[in-house]
């Protein structure tokens, strides 16, 4: 929408249907110059972080809300000065800084601002001789022309620069900001350890655990000198009793995935199967594989195999691959597979999922993999690599678990957990071996699968895991 030479750039819609959205990042500031298509800000949506673009050129009037803040879709969020506004900007700045502030000298006037230094995106620009220009029916307060006139005139002494009037602020995550505001610690009394001097949640820690020690019973009778004093104690000797608890805001990814894990388990009625299969030669396999030629510089593992053989299990009971429709009162049988699989994020599970995965060939398939996982662990999937998934693949047995019970994805008929892969003791041949084990787990919506179709779909899955020649019969 467009005031005068202002336009006012809105919250949109990334998603299908999003109503609001995260601002995670600024990466431009009040005086800015912006082009068409330049990304001014992160903001994180129920379903992934996405880079905001500028749709015009321009000087960034006004950021309306701070990092953290969480915006409706709609809203405007930034204001960018075109045009004739944008270069008449400062002259209008010059004007009312002067009637803002006539106790200031002529020697503050002509005093040109300091070249705008690179800082940590968000955390604005570093104490300097310029300011920005009061809201309109703002007042200066009185101590600042004062504190101005003192600082020029210590120089102007030969007694070097004055400390500013105001603090510079400590540079800090949000997160970390909203961990000190919750456990009452002011950030420009903590120490920080983290590159570039940015504080860190241990940071606050210590500060807590520094001001609940205990006093002494009585006062020394003059303070230690500075070198003497005792340091800090480090991050790693804080103790979990000086903060008790740590409340996280549930937003963004992690309010989405909670709301559609307890609507999926609470509306579709889940059953679990099990089997525990000998891979030893899917294993094998995959070391062939790595070798292959036509897999050079693709992801090759278990996971590959595993997904390929659930394909192929779909393939041939293809009622397993549908959702059911509440409205309509119909069950959907999809003829495409889009094969989600769950990815543990620094901001939540995500299900982002490959488009037509039933068509792709194996080196295909392997490639896809290698792309969604790389993208998933940069944070940047899209809201549009995560709908419209059809079935799904969680792996537990990465971390360490032999199995579980997963729950549907939402819109989903089936879900398949991969457990650890582990040497144990299996009758092979008629004697006891040493052989590579698993456990998968199949979990499927009863309305619509039932036990004999998500048997023979699990069933299957296991063959071709232990008799991995399969893929070429059955594909």
Known sequence: MTEGSVREFKMPDVGEGLTEAEILKWYVQPGDTVTDG?????????????????????????????????VDVGTSIIAVAIGGAAAAEPAQEAVEDTAAAPAATDAAEEKKPEARQPVLVGYGVSTSSTRRRPRKGAQVPAQEAPAASAAIQAEMNGHGP?????????????????????????????????????????????AVALAQAPEPATAPAAAAPAALAAPAPPPAAVSYDTARETRIPVKGVR??????????????PHVTEFV?????????????????????????????????????????????????????????????????????TPRGLIVPNIKDAHAKTLPQLA?????????????????????????????????????????????????LAVGAIKLQPWVHKGKVKPRQVTTLALSFDHRLVDGELGSKVLADVAAILEQPKRLLTWA
Request: charged share 20%; glycine share 8%.
């Open 255 to 268: 309010k989405a995935t909670a709301a559609a894990m307890v609507g999926s388990a609470f509306t579709a």
């Open 367 to 415: 490639g896809s993999l290698g792309e969604l996982v790389s993208t998933a662990r940069e944070g940047k999937t899209s809201p549009a690599a995560m709908q419209g998934g059809t079935v799904t693949i969680t792996n537990v047995g990465v971390f360490g678990v032999d199995t579980g019970t997963p729950i549907l994805n939402p819109g989903e008929s089936a879900i």
């Open 38 to 70: 330049q990304v001014v800000c992160e903001v994180e949506t129920a379903k992934a972080a996405v880079e905001l673009p500028i749709p015009y050129d321009g000087v960034v009037r006004e950021l309306h809300f701070p990092e953290g803040t969480t």
């Open 162 to 206: 004055a400390a500013p009037a105001t603090r510079e602020r400590p540079l800090a995550k949000p997160p970390v900001r909203k961990l000190a505001k919750d456990l009452g610690v002011d950030l420009a009394t903590v120490t920080p350890t983290g590159p570039d001097g940015v504080i860190t949640r241990e940071d606050v820690h210590a």
């Open 276 to 344: 525990t299969v000998d891979v030893t030669r899917t294993m094998k396999l995959v070391e062939e594989l790595k070798q292959d030629k036509e897999f050079t510089g693709l992801r090759v593992n278990p996971l590959l195999l595993i997904a390929k053989a659930l394909l192929v299990a779909i393939k041939r009971n293809p009622d397993i691959n549908a959702s059911w429709d509440e409205a309509a009162q119909e069950i959907v049988v999809k003829h495409y597979v889009n094969l989600g699989i769950a990815a543990a």
